[in-house]
Every structure is written in C-alpha cells, then in structure tokens.
C-alpha cells in the first residue's frame, strides 16, 4: 500500500502527516517572523495549541528548527533567483521559500520534485494569489544548483 493510499482505520497517510507538518511549521515561521518571540516559544505554544496527532511531529521541529538556524544561508541561496530584495517578499512567501530551500539543501532523502511541489502547495493554500508560481520558479533554479546531480540523473531515466 502506497504512503498515498487512504486507511481503512482512518488514520492519515505518511504523505498527509508531512503535509500537515509543513503547514503547521509555516505557521510557526510565519509567527517567528513577523512576532519575534523564540522558536522555543513557539514551537511549545503549536504543540499545546494545535491538535497536531495528524501531523509529523518530528518534520515540524526540524523544519521550524532548520529553517530559523540556516535563515540567513537558505535567503542567500535563492538570494539570486529574486526580481525584488529579500524585505519586500511578503512573509509567507518568504517562510514558504526558506522551507522549500531547506528541504532542498538540508533533507536530501526528500526527492527534489517533492521539496518544490510541497511548497508550490503551501503557497497556493497560505500565499497570494500568483505566488504559487514565483516560489515554484525561484525553487526550480535553486534545485538546478542544489540537487543538479539528482536532477541529471532523473533525466538520464526518462
């Protein structure tokens, strides 16, 4: 049975439980963003706010975590890929960004196409209206840098 397959006992998927774990550390970065309380704080406040028995526990600290202490190296990596500075991305852009480029960067056992297309979601469900497509733009350049290895051995398959 595929990590896609819904259960018959009703429990979410591996897939879903991730999912739902990216979205609650977008949340959460979103709120360090723009609150500047400690990622202690906030990760124990979802933890007791938030129902999260549908959710990847451990992929939302590691993200929430990797995410705040590689920020300033996940902007730099797409740094380049921007039409605008780094300050004029609206904040849940910029936490869906740094989210994809972490798992881009940092969670190498994620298949590139799964690290872009998970963020592509978060932007579509969290974000404006288009930014779906710029995250999915500026995170496809990054992956031809970061995951270039992957990405030619892929083609060399198909």
């Not at 400690?38 to 007791?48: D, G, H, K, L, P």
């Not at 929430?64 to 904040?91: K, Q, W, Y």
């Not at 992956?143 to 030619?152: G, K, L, M, V, Y």
């Amino acid at each position: 049975m595929s990590d896609t397959t819904p259960r018959k006992s009703g429990k979410p998927s591996l897939t879903e439980m991730r999912r739902n774990a990216r979205s609650f550390a977008l949340q959460a970065l979103y709120q360090w963003s723009m609150a500047g309380q400690s990622v202690n704080e906030i990760e124990a406040q979802f933890r007791v706010d938030n129902d999260m028995s549908n959710a990847d526990t451990q992929l939302f600290s590691e993200l929430l975590r990797g995410v705040t202490g590689a920020s300033r190296d996940l902007d730099e990596a797409f740094r380049p890929f921007l039409d605008r500075p780094i300050d004029d991305l609206d904040p849940v852009e910029l936490s869906v960004l740094r989210i994809g480029a972490y798992e881009l960067m940092h969670r190498l056992q994620v298949p590139y196409r799964v690290a872009i297309n998970e963020s592509v979601e978060l932007a579509k469900i969290f974000g404006a209206t288009e930014s779906h497509k710029y995250v999915n733009g500026i995170l496809d350049k990054l992956a031809q840098r970061a995951r270039s290895t992957e990405i030619r051995a892929r083609r060399g398959n198909s």
